[in-house]
């Protein structure tokens, strides 16, 4: 176990918790599940088993994260749904409930890439990223607020929560990443539609957008091998945040965090700009040119697209 993930475990107790993580076999799943398992939660660790491109891999990588926390002495079982088919994300939600006798937390964090211009992004390129990405977060989800709802409306209390994966591609853009920064910009708003909805029963929704090495960002961001010393983009470094936000400490809902190394962020997404008018009546195809260049002037300017030139 990690200094990091020693320090979690002495400032957060989740002894009491139910956590899911999806995608949890490598990467930032696998340091999150570990963090968890830390902190005292009983970890359901999800990994479909492929590589970072989405193709079979049948290495067994969550029964070997279970085979770590239980050495550690935790509690774990393994889980090899695919996340975005419906009734593989419910039967998930339903084994965390029948082995450990609840749910409490779901981390979502299944992904893979599949990288390419748009211009040259073919149809199943688009589809699998998208589907793995987002609808990997609504189905579970979905299935888990079934069980939450149920339980609020029976009149036990809830203090659940939703942590979901969003990303820096998602918030700004990454050339070459359409399918996978439009999944994660829809990640993003669908934590902040999920927290304004399901408030009402006792479920926090919050998101991180991870700067972190990985399996899908070695060899394209950061080298694969850690530099020696402190390692600012060791995945486990983001998992703190992570374990905060999946307590019942959390005490926010319906925000974006970016986090790397030992520093985060909060992200202020869309906000209503500087309005330029004509007065009461409609405005001219001209006036309209002209308005869009004054409301331009007086907003900030945009964050740029990575790997823009």
């Known amino acids: 176990m990690s200094a990091g993930q020693d320090e979690v475990s002495?400032?957060?107790?989740?002894?009491d918790r139910v956590v899911i993580v999806t995608g949890a076999g490598r990467g930032l799943?696998?340091?999150?599940?570990?963090?968890f398992a830390a902190a005292g939660a009983k970890v359901v660790v999800n990994d479909l088993g492929v590589s970072r491109d989405g193709e079979a891999d049948s290495d067994g990588p969550a029964a070997a994260v279970v085979a770590e926390i239980e050495a550690m002495g935790g509690q774990a079982v393994a889980n090899g749904a695919d996340v975005a088919d419906w009734d593989q994300a419910g039967a998930m939600i339903q084994q965390a409930i029948d082995t450990f006798g609840s749910l409490d937390t779901?981390?979502?964090?299944?992904g893979f890439l599949r990288d390419r211009m748009l211009a040259g992004m073919s149809e199943e390129e688009w589809d699998s990223v998208t589907r793995v990405h987002l609808k990997g977060h609504f189905a579970p989800a979905r299935h888990a607020i079934t069980y939450w709802r149920d339980r609020a409306k029976a009149g036990d209390p809830?203090?659940?929560?939703?942590?979901?994966?969003s990303s820096g591609a998602g918030l700004m853009g990454s050339i070459g990443q359409g399918n996978y920064a439009a999944a994660k910009a829809a990640i993003a708003q669908l934590t902040?539609?999920?927290?304004?909805?399901?408030?009402?029963?006792g479920v926090a929704c919050n998101a991180v957008a991870p700067d972190a090495r990985t399996r899908m960002t070695a060899g394209?961001?950061?080298?694969?091998?850690?530099?020696?010393?402190w390692d600012e983009k060791d995945p486990a470094n983001v998992s703190p945040l992570m374990v905060w936000l999946g307590s019942a400490h959390c005490d926010v809902t319906g925000r974006v965090f970016e986090s790397t190394g030992g520093q985060l962020n909060v992200c202020d997404g869309w906000q209503h700009g500087p309005v330029a008018t004509v007065g009461d009546r409609r405005m001219t195809v001209t006036e309209a040119g002209a308005l869009v260049h004054e409301s331009i002037a007086a907003a900030p300017e945009p964050a740029p697209v990575f790997g823009a030139q």
């Open 10 to 15: 002495a400032e957060v107790d989740c002894a």
């Open 29 to 35: 799943g696998r340091a999150h599940a570990l963090a």
């Open 106 to 110: 779901l981390v979502c964090n299944a």
């Open 158 to 165: 809830v203090v659940a929560r939703v942590v979901n994966t």
């Open 192 to 201: 902040i539609q999920q927290a304004a909805e399901w408030g009402r029963y």
């Open 220 to 229: 394209i961001f950061y080298d694969e091998d850690a530099p020696a010393g």
